[in-house]
Nanobody, 125 residues
Framework: QVHLVESGGGLALAGGSLRLSCTAS????????MGWFRQAPGREREFVAA????????YSADSVKGRFTISRDNAKNTVFLQMNFLKPEDTAVYYC??????????????????WGQGTQVTVSS
């Protein structure tokens, strides 16, 4: 069992930056690939970025490439999402998820076993 808690959301201006954190409980964090997803009102949850269990590989959605960076610190049981050059269309609730089979390249919600409660990101123009 992995319990995930996101933080760092808030209000930002277009072109600005935010850094999201997701901290996990449990001793098996380093065995999970981790992903960030987002969900805007009336829309399905969509993939943003993911990182392999040891942090050596990452994968991002085309919509955020060059703007968002995923990283992790296994010593602190934490995964980060650095979001730069934010756009109004980035507004959503952001969720982190834990994927137990090492499929850091997976964009599928169903592949992620554990989820946090989400953190709101609002970008104003």
């Amino acid at each position: 069992q992995v319990h995930l808690v996101e933080s760092g959301g808030g209000l930002a201006l277009a072109g600005g930056s935010l850094r999201l954190s997701c901290t996990a409980s449990g001793r098996t964090f380093s065995s999970y690939a981790m992903g960030w997803f987002r969900q805007a009102p009336g829309r399905e949850r969509e993939f943003v970025a993911a990182i392999s269990s040891n942090g050596g590989a990452t994968y991002s959605a085309d919509s955020v490439k060059g703007r968002f960076t995923i990283s992790r610190d296994n010593a602190k049981n934490t995964v980060f999402l650095q979001m730069n050059f934010l756009k109004p269309e980035d507004t959503a609730v952001y969720y982190c998820g834990a994927e137990p089979r090492g499929r850091y390249y997976s964009e599928n919600v169903v592949d992620y076993t554990f989820w946090g409660q989400g953190t709101q990101v609002t970008v104003s123009s």
